[in-house]
C-alpha cells in the first residue's frame, strides 16, 4: 500500500487535514521507543487504497525534539511515496522552513496551502503559480476545516504516486563555501551504506546535528575532514539557517503580498511617551503615587472601616464570651488584647493591601512593569549598576525573600553582591502596615504621598549603597542585556484577582502563624515575672525594651514599647503593628491602636520611626536567605548591622533635621 | 536574515519585536522566529526576570508569587563574536 505522510507546523490544520482525508479510518498509537502519539489511517480513491501518517507537528526537522526526531527519521527512514506539507498560509514565510528542510532530504513534497479563507481574511495575496514555480514544489490551495480543496490535494498526491517519478525541484545555494563542502563531503559518503540521502547528511553534519554526526562517526575520512573545519564550523550552522531564510524570503517577496503595516502599533504609539529619556522617570513616579494614592481612597476610605468594625465586634464578642463563662484573667488578656490586639491590628489592614495589590497586579498585567525596570535600567546603568538588580527590587517590593532568589539571574558575582545587599531597602508587603498605621494616625489627608516617598526613598538608598558598594567592595565590569517591551494589554481580570487573592492569603496566613507565635512569646515576656504588672516596664518585654530603647533616643522614639517592637519585626515586619497594638493600651483594634500610638508619638518622631523600619535589618527569613545564596555567615551577619546603621542615621537624620527645622 | 536581527538586538536598547521587524522589513511572526532560532543556535540568550519563583521559597510570605514577567535578552560571546568578524 502507498504511503503517504502529513507534517507541518503545530496549529497548521494538519490534523484537521488528516481527519478530512481519513474520515474515521483512524487509529492511534505511539512512535516505537518514545511517547510521541502515532496516528494513522487510510484514504481511498478511485478504488485504491492510501496509508496517510500524522507526523507529530514540528516547526523544523533538526535533532532538537523528540518530535523532530519521529518526524524526520520517519520521512527518511519510513519512505513515504508523498509528503503533504500543511502550510499555514496566513504565516507561509514561517511555515517555508520546513518546506526547505524537506527539500533537502530530497522527499516527493506536495504544499497543502492551508487556512487560505484566513489569509483571504488578512488581505494576504497569494500567487500560487509564482509560488509553485519558485520552489518547484506543487502548491494545492486548502480549507481542511471545511474540505475545500481536500479533493484537488488528493488527486495530485495520487498523481504523483501513479507517475512513479521524483519530483525535481532545485535546491538553493548555501553560498559557494558551504556549496564546496557540502559536495566535498558527499563524494566522500558515496557508496556508504547509510539510512539517510547523502545530501542531507552533507549538510547536517556541517550544522552540527549531533544524531547524523553520530551516524557517521566510523566515516573515518568525512569525521578528518569535519574536524579540519576548525572554527568555520560553527558559523557554518548560522548560514545553513539562514540562506534557507534567505530563499523562503525571496520566494515570499516574489508571490506573496501582505498588507503593509508601517503604521505605528498603539503600543509604539505609548512607548514613544513612556520609555522616553525625561519622560519615563517622571511617567512611573506618577503612576505609583496614583497607585498609592487610590489604595488609601479605596482600600482604607472606602473598605478599611469594615474589617476594623469587625475586629472591634468580635474583640468585643470574645471578651463578653469569656468573661461570661469564667475564663481566668490571663485568658482573656492573652485572647483579647494579645491575639485580637494583635494579630488583629494587622488583619485590619486587609483592604489596603488588597487593593494596592489589586493595582500593582494590574500594572504587571498589561506590560507596563517591563517599561517601568526600562526607565530604570537607564539610571542603574549610569551609576554602574546591572539593569537586571531592578528587576530584583521589583520583585523585592512583594517580599525581599524571592527578590534576593531573583539575583540568581545575574551572572557576574559583583552585580550579584550589590542586588542582594541592597534588596532589603525594598519595601516588601510585611512593612506596609507598619506605614499605613503610622499614616492613619499622623498623616491622614496625605497617605499616598507618604507611602509614594517611602518606597522612593527605599529605591533611593539602595541606589546610593549599590553605587557605593560598586565602587568599593565589588568592583569589576558590568553585562549587557535589554529587556523586551511586549505588546500592551488589557488586563485579565481573572489573573488579577487570583494573584491579589493569593499575596493577601499569604498574608492572613503570615498572622495566624508567625505574627501569631511573636504576639504569643511576647504576651507572655509582658506578664512575667508573675505578679508584675502587664505590659509595664517592669515585666520581660519591658526590661528588654529598657535595655534597647536608648539606641533610639537620638531618633526620638527611645521608648521600650517603640524598641521592642522593632526588636519583634526583625522576625517578621507585621510583628511590629501586632506587638505595638498589644503594647499600647492592650489595644482591641486598629483604631484604638492609632488613637494610642497618636499619645506618644508625634508627626515627627512617627517619620523617622517609618523611616526606620523601611531601612533596617531584614527580617529573619530574608538573612537566612542571604546566607543561603552567598553561602557566608559573614553576609549574613553584615546583612543584619549595615541596614540597621543605614537606618538608624536615616531616622536620626529625620528627627534631629527636623527639630532644628521646628517641626 | 539572521545576522541582521542579531545586530538589531546588539545594538537596540531594548528588545521590541515590532520594531526589529519594522527596521528590517519583516514581520513580527518571523521576528520570533528568527529569534527562537538565534537562541537555539546559542547566539542570544533569553531569560525571564525571576526564575526562582515559581516554587514555594523557604520562609517567602509569597508562595504563589509568578516569575515576574520581564523578559531579558542578552548577546552571548559567541554571538559578539559573529558580529565582531562581520564588522571586519
Given amino acids: 500500500m502507498n504511503t503517504i505522510a502529513l507534517v507541518g507546523n503545530p496549529n497548521s490544520g494538519k490534523t484537521t487535514l488528516f481527519n478530512a482525508l481519513t474520515g474515521s479510518n483512524q487509529h492511534v498509537g505511539n512512535w516505537p521507543g518514545v511517547t510521541v502519539e502515532k496516528k494513522e489511517g487510510q484514504l481511498k480513491y478511485n478504488g485504491v487504497l492510501y496509508n496517510i501518517v500524522d507526523l507529530p507537528g514540528t516547526y523544523s526537522l533538526g535533532a532538537y525534539s523528540e518530535d523532530e526526531v519521529v518526524a524526520r527519521d520517519y520521512i527518511v527512514k519510513g519512505n513515504p511515496d508523498v509528503v503533504i506539507n500543511v502550510v499555514d498560509a496566513t504565516n507561509i514565510e514561517r511555515n517555508l522552513y520546513l518546506t526547505t528542510q524537506l527539500m533537502e532530504m530530497g522527499s516527493n513534497v506536495v504544499v497543502a496551502l492551508n487556512m487560505m479563507d484566513e489569509a483571504k481574511g488578512k488581505n494576504i495575496e497569494i500567487n500560487l503559480e509564482k509560488l509553485s514555480n519558485n ?66 547528511i552533507a549538510i547536517k553534519a556541517l550544522e552540527g546535528d549531533k544524531e547524523v554526526l553520530e551516524h557517521i562517526k ?52 505609548i512607548d514613544k511617551i513612556v520609555v522616553n529619556k525625561y519622560l519615563g522617570i517622571p511617567i512611573f513616579g506618577l503612576i505609583m503615587y496614583t497607585v498609592f494614592q487610590l489604595t488609601f481612597v479605596i482600600g482604607s476610605d472606602l473598605f478599611g472601616g469594615y474589617v476594623e468594625g469587625w475586629m472591634e465586634s468580635l474583640g468585643d464578642c470574645v471578651n463578653v464570651f469569656l468573661i461570661n463563662t469564667g475564663a481566668p484573667n490571663w485568658l482573656v488578656s492573652f485572647i483579647t488584647e494579645g491575639i485580637i490586639g494583635g494579630v488583629g491590628a494587622v488583619v485590619v489592614f486587609v483592604p489596603l493591601i488588597m487593593t494596592l495589590y489589586f493595582f500593582l497586579g494590574i500594572l504587571e498585567d498589561t506590560g507596563y512593569m517591563s517599561r517601568a525596570a526600562y526607565v530604570m535600567d537607564g539610571i542603574m546603568r549610569a551609576l554602574g549598576l546591572h539593569g537586571k538588580t531592578f528587576i530584583s527590587m521589583i520583585v523585592g517590593f512583594g517580599c525581599n525573600v524571592p527578590g534576593i532568589m531573583s539575583t540568581r539571574t545575574l551572572e557576574n558575582k559583583k552585580d550579584r553582591m550589590i542586588a542582594i545587599l541592597i534588596n532589603p531597602f525594598m519595601s516588601c508587603g510585611a512593612r506596609i502596615p507598619i506605614y499605613l498605621v503610622f499614616i492613619a494616625a499622623f498623616f491622614p489627608n496625605n497617605g499616598g504621598l507618604v507611602l509614594f516617598a517611602l518606597y522612593f526613598l527605599g529605591i533611593i538608598v539602595a541606589l546610593i549603597m549599590g553605587k557605593i ?46 505574627i501569631f507565635a511573636v504576639v504569643t512569646i511576647l ?13 509595664s516596664q517592669e515585666s520581660l518585654l519591658g526590661k528588654i525594651g529598657t535595655i534597647i530603647a536608648p539606641i533610639f533616643a537620638p531618633a526620638g522614639f527611645g521608648t521600650w514599647q517603640a524598641s ?81 546603621v543605614i537606618a538608624w542615621i536615616g531616622a536620626v537624620l529625620v528627627y534631629q533635621v527636623g527639630t532644628i527645622l521646628g517641626f | 536574515m539572521l545576522k541582521n536581527v542579531l545586530r ?50 523557604a520562609g517567602c510570605s509569597i508562595s504563589s508569587c509568578k516569575s515576574i514577567p520581564i523578559k531579558m535578552i542578552s548577546v552571548t560571546e559567541k554571538g559578539k563574536k559573529l558580529l565582531n568578524k562581520e564588522n571586519k
Fill in chain 1, 135 to 200: 520552489l518547484g514544489i506543487p502548491i494545492i490551495p486548502t480549507v481542511a476545516a471545511k474540505r475545500k480543496g481536500v479533493g484537488k490535494l488528493i488527486e495530485k498526491t495520487t498523481e504523483i504516486i501513479n507517475n512513479n517519478k521524483n519530483l525535481d525541484y532545485q535546491l538553493f545555494s548555501y553560498g559557494e563555501e558551504i556549496d564546496k563542502e557540502i559536495q566535498e563531503l558527499k563524494s566522500l559518503l558515496k557508496g556508504s551504506d547509510l539510512d539517510y540521502p547523502t545530501q542531507w
Fill in chain 1, 218 to 269: 566510523n566515516k573515518k575520512e568525512v569525521t578528518e575532514k569535519l574536524a579540519t573545519l576548525g572554527d568555520k564550523a560553527t558559523d557554518y550552522e548560522l548560514e545553513i539557517v539562514d540562506k534557507r531564510y534567505e530563499f523562503i524570503g525571496n520566494i515570499v517577496n516574489k508571490s506573496v503580498k501582505s498588507p503593509v503595516d508601517s503604521k505605528e502599533t498603539l503600543t509604539d504609539k
Fill in chain 1, 469 to 514: 558598594f560598586s565602587k568599593t567592595l565589588f568592583k569589576g565590569e558590568s553585562s549587557n542585556f535589554i529587556m523586551e517591551l511586549p505588546p500592551y494589554r488589557l488586563p485579565s481580570m481573572r489573573s488579577v484577582l487570583r494573584d491579589m487573592w493569593d499575596k493577601v492569603w499569604e498574608f492572613l496566613k503570615r498572622a495566624g502563624t508567625i
Fill in chain 1, 523 to 535: 504576651w507572655i515576656l509582658s506578664v512575667l515575672p508573675l505578679g508584675v504588672e502587664q505590659y
Fill in chain 1, 564 to 644: 521592642v517592637s522593632l526588636f519583634a519585626g526583625i522576625a517578621a515586619k507585621e510583628a511590629v503593628v501586632a506587638i505595638l497594638g498589644m503594647v499600647y493600651a492592650g489595644a482591641a483594634e486598629g483604631a484604638e491602636l492609632i488613637t494610642a500610638i497618636q499619645g506618644v508619638f508625634t508627626p515627627l518622631t512617627a517619620l523617622s520611626f517609618i523611616v526606620m523600619v523601611l531601612l533596617y535589618t531584614p527580617c529573619a527569613a530574608t538573612i537566612a536567605t542571604v546566607k543561603k545564596e552567598t553561602n557566608s555567615y559573614k553576609w549574613a551577619i553584615f546583612m543584619v548591622v549595615y541596614p540597621f
Fill in chain 2, 8 to 57: 538589531e538586538i546588539y545594538e537596540a536598547k531594548l528588545f521590541s519585536k515590532s520594531l526589529i521587524g519594522k527596521n528590517l522589513n519583516i514581520s513580527e511572526e518571523m521576528v520570533d522566529e528568527l529569534v527562537n532560532q538565534l537562541i537555539r543556535l546559542g547566539y542570544i540568550t533569553e531569560e525571564m526576570g525571576s526564575p526562582t519563583c515559581e516554587g514555594k521559597c
